[in-house]
């Protein structure tokens, strides 16, 4: 059984810091692509940044303009784990984030139906 499972969300002040972690379980992780996006309310789900199944290979980690230079996606393939590190955090990031992984482990993948499993998501809530 597959299961991913997010930790880290909260409130916290505009400017502020947040580390979200994702463990996951039941798939060969170190196969598999990562994802974070995010879902605020009355809105789509959107794509926040991606790392390819081994963060060290060289391949390209990619993010949501929105992001860039705030964000910071890694993985421990040991720990079976991604993590999404949020600096300067803005009131519009407020929204539940979700992990997710896709088997095709590379590439530039930014839509939701291209990931294979999901987590429950974990609420990030920055206040101004």
């Known amino acids: 059984q597959v299961q991913l499972v997010e930790s880290g969300g909260g409130l916290v002040q505009a400017g502020g810091s947040l580390r979200l972690s994702c463990a996951v379980s039941g798939l060969t992780f170190s196969s598999y692509a990562m994802g974070w996006f995010r879902q605020a309310p009355g809105k789509e789900r959107e794509f926040v940044a991606r790392?390819?199944?081994?963060?060290?290979?060289?391949?390209?980690?990619y993010y949501t303009d929105s992001v860039k230079g705030r964000f910071t996606i890694s993985r421990d393939n040991a720990k079976n784990t991604v993590y999404l590190q949020m600096n300067s955090l803005k009131p519009e990031d407020t929204a539940v984030y979700y992990c997710?992984?896709?088997?095709?482990?590379?590439?530039?993948?930014?839509?939701?139906?291209?990931?294979?499993?999901w987590g429950q998501g974990t609420q990030v809530t920055v206040s101004s």
């Open positions: 790392v390819p199944m081994s963060d060290w290979s060289g391949l390209s980690r």
């Open positions: 997710a992984a896709d088997k095709l482990g590379f590439g530039d993948r930014r839509v939701a139906g291209d990931y294979n499993y």
